[in-house]
């Protein structure tokens, strides 16, 4: 059975990868860097965003939640969330060079209708690049 905020998919589709579009922030240096820079809040989430000094046009993205979203189950299913908007939003709306951090919010990622996190994402990455 798929979960009601799964995407429709035809049978010969490919499960969906971040991966496959996006680099993805692994190292805690990176997600520090990404805290001291540019955030803007949405209801469903907060995003940091800062720009890269190397020479890569790559669109980086990390995923966040602390242990105030929940237990090991609500952080992951947040997370997963915020792994499916961002690979179908960043690739539209991100920037090349670009690092964005998507941190979970309590109950709010989770429960949050599917397209309404999509659109809080749009919204937020407008709001980051309208002043850079």
């Excluded at 001291?36 to 209801?43: D, F, L, S, V």
């Excluded at 242990?67 to 792994?83: E, S």
């Excluded at 939003?89 to 941190?103: K, M, Q, T």
């Excluded at 979970?104 to 996190?117: H, Q």
């Amino acid at each position: 059975m798929t979960p009601p905020e799964a995407p429709a998919r035809s049978a010969g589709d490919r499960p969906p990868a971040v991966s496959l579009c996006l680099d993805i922030i692994r190292k805690r240096a990176d997600f520090l860097r990404a805290a001291r820079a540019r955030r803007q809040g949405a209801e469903s989430m907060m995003v940091q965003a800062r720009f890269r000094d190397d020479d890569s046009d790559a669109v980086r993205v990390g995923f966040t939640c602390s242990k105030k979203v929940g237990n090991a189950v609500a952080r992951n299913r947040a997370k997963r969330r915020l792994r499916e908007a961002a690979r179908l939003v960043l690739p539209h709306a991100g920037r090349p060079g670009w690092d964005y951090v998507l941190i979970g919010r309590r109950g709010a990622t989770a429960e949050r209708p599917f397209e309404a996190l999509k659109a809080d994402l749009a919204h937020a990455l407008r709001k980051l690049h309208r002043d850079a």
